[in-house]
């Protein structure tokens, strides 16, 4: 019903910004959330940012707040992270996520492939 694809990561040094994207695709007006993750060895699965499609709020997780910022563009489709001051730490696989409700139940359905980011000290 919805796709999503990633693109943007790669490496970069400690300190450093990188912007990752999401496009998405289908049935796009069934989603009430877009959001983003990352997966990593060492912390298994993050939440990271969200944004509830109905008025724009935004929400992040306590490891990248300050650092990580949500934004979208409608016209595209488009959902991006812009990643600041970028720590080893943050080196995982990040992936986009958007969220379903049904029923009352809410569910982060659809997922991207993720995109691979590495931060080096």
């Known amino acids: 019903q919805v796709q999503l694809v990633e693109s943007g990561g790669g490496l970069v040094q400690a300190g450093g910004s990188l912007r990752l994207s999401c496009v998405a695709s289908?049935?796009?007006?069934?989603?009430?959330?877009m959001g983003w993750f990352r997966q990593s060895p060492a912390n298994g699965r993050e939440f990271i940012a969200s944004?509830?499609?109905?008025?724009?709020?935004?929400y992040y997780g306590d490891s990248v707040k300050g650092r990580f910022i949500l934004s979208t563009d409608n016209a595209k489709n488009t959902v991006y992270l812009q990643m600041n001051s970028l720590k080893p730490e943050d080196t995982a696989t990040y992936y986009c996520?958007?969220?379903?409700?049904?029923?009352?139940?809410?569910?982060?359905?659809?997922w991207g492939q993720g995109t691979q980011v590495t931060v080096s000290q």
């Open positions: 944004m509830l499609l109905s008025d724009g709020q935004t």
């Open positions: 289908g049935r796009t007006l069934s989603s009430d959330a």
């Open positions: 996520a958007a969220r379903s409700r049904m029923g009352g139940v809410v569910e982060w359905k659809y």
